[in-house]
């Protein structure tokens, strides 16, 4: 399996399309090109995760219009947009649609790579953030409804003695159930345990 980060191109030019993609691949990037905002919203269910590199001004579809079926559908990869020289108001419009960065064309190689390695950057810390959600819900998900109220407590700050007289049980009681639940998640210290519960958005409005 390929490290390379991989970038979809999305531009109706078929000669920046070729001269962007030999670019690109010769500075360390994998890249699938795409001739239309259409054909890539057709594939982009199963492409690979990576980054978006949208040219605005395209027939049928303009990038704008892609952003924003991307946006309806929750792709989350990051979008980076090529605008023409000066069009400051559409590149406005796209970062306020979402879009991580704009290339103005025509754009010197450097540019357009500090571009893309600063959304892999982003990308990556996310996905960090998305892998820590997964597995501290994952612990959480290991206990019982009495632990996941003390939990709640805890992250509340509410003290054993204040979470027992919420739930009418005797604080030693409180404080086995937390034993129990620290163990069940691997933690030595209710510091460990919060950063897993907030890492879970475990809390959060709307949490059980």
Do not use: W
Request: proline letters at 3%.
């Amino acid at each position: 399996m390929s490290d390379l980060r991989t970038i979809h191109l999305v531009d109706d030019d078929e000669a920046i399309r070729h001269s962007a993609s030999f670019l690109l691949r010769h500075s360390g990037f994998r890249v699938k090109t795409y001739a239309d905002g259409v054909t890539f919203l057709d594939q982009v269910e199963t492409a690979e995760r990576g980054c978006i590199l949208l040219d605005v001004q395209m027939p049928v579809m303009d990038g704008l219009e892609v952003q924003e079926a991307l946006n309806a559908r929750g792709v989350s990869m990051p979008v980076i947009v090529l605008t023409g020289h000066g069009d400051v108001g559409v590149a406005v419009r796209a970062m306020k649609a979402g879009a991580v960065d704009f290339v103005e064309k025509p754009y010197a190689k450097q540019s357009l790579v500090d571009a893309l390695t600063r959304a892999f950057e982003r990308l990556e810390a996310r996905q960090k953030v998305e892998v820590l959600a997964e597995e501290a819900r994952g612990l959480i998900a290991r206990l019982t409804a009495r632990e996941k109220q003390v939990l709640l407590g805890l992250v509340e700050g509410q003290t054993n003695k204040v979470i027992a007289e919420t739930l009418d049980v005797s604080p030693r009681t409180i404080e086995i159930h937390r034993a129990n639940l620290m163990d069940k998640m691997n933690a030595q210290s209710l510091s460990t345990v919060l950063r897993i519960a907030f890492a879970a958005g475990y809390g959060a409005p709307g949490t059980p």
